[in-house]
């Protein structure tokens, strides 16, 4: 019997409950609100890793977002087989969309990655009163957004096959010339417009499409949540709950 043994033998001898605490595994994964010790050997992919890098040379900094990061590389990759446009609503800098444009060889595609964007953080407008209640357009204040627009350009300047739409949404969804959507990712932060930018795309994603969600599990945006569900019930399918934080759809 070890130490640990014979220290356990004599307190349970005096009465005390001695009760075994299993060290944890050193491979956790822990960051962007989830925590596993299931398999994440993704982030030692080469591949992965380059796309990436390339977020975060968009970004500028790295969110620590891996894992959200590896489920929209794989959305759109199954997006990448099908008919039709890609289109993010709330790009930002564009890590995600300059990680996903890497990772296919963009240029390769006889697509066109449309970017919608204030560029310049939440319009107040747009923001439901519910959350403005709740905080949101102050929890959202501060250098995370980018300030402009040439910044976004010159990130993406290095893809053809790339339409910049500046403005806020629902203003700007005529502008958007396509007839079918083969990926569609919703990151707006709040609630009406991206609801605005579900219905007037879901009309347009092919059979198979993908539309992703960044906002909808994640702790904050429970409007978003409840306002995505009553979309998702209105065209008969489900979203998937996601441990990072986001939803996902298929089209049937």
């Known amino acids: 019997m070890g130490l640990k ?6 307190l ?16 956790i994964y822990n960051q962007d609100g989830l925590r596993s010790i299931h398999n994440h050997d993704f982030m030692n992919d080469a591949r992965f890793q380059s796309a990436y890098t390339r977020g975060m040379l968009a970004s500028e900094k790295d969110y620590t977002w891996h894992w959200r990061v590896h489920v929209g590389l794989w959305a759109a990759s199954v997006a990448a087989k099908l ?18 444009m890497h990772d296919l060889n963009w240029d390769e595609f006889d697509k066109t990655f449309w970017l919608l964007d204030t560029f310049a953080g939440i319009d107040p407008r747009f923001v439901s009163d519910e959350e403005k209640t709740s905080g949101i357009l102050e929890r959202n204040e501060g250098e995370f957004y980018v300030g402009g627009v ?10 053809k096959n790339v339409q910049i739409v500046v403005g806020a949404i629902p203003e700007t ?3 958007v010339a396509c007839d079918q959507v083969a990926y569609l990712h919703l990151d707006m932060n709040c609630a009406p417009p991206e609801v605005a930018a579900f219905e007037y795309f879901w009309p347009k994603l092919v059979p198979g499409g993908v539309v992703l969600l960044d ?4 702790r904050g945006y429970e ?3 409840a306002a995505m569900d009553r979309c998702a019930m209105a065209v ?6 996601l441990p990072t934080g986001q939803g996902l759809m298929i089209k049937p």
């Open 5 to 10: 043994g014979v220290v356990r033998k004599l």
């Open 12 to 27: 349970e001898s005096q009465g005390y409950r001695v009760e075994l605490i299993q060290p944890e595994p050193e491979n």
């Open 83 to 100: 008919p039709g446009d890609f289109i993010e609503c709330g790009v930002n800098r564009g890590f995600l969309s300059s990680a996903i």
């Open 150 to 159: 040439d910044i976004v350009r010159k990130n993406f300047s290095e893809w």
């Open 173 to 175: 969804l005529a502008q």
């Open 215 to 218: 906002d909808y599990a994640y």
């Open 223 to 225: 409007s978003q949540k």
């Open 236 to 241: 008969g399918v489900r979203i998937l709950s």
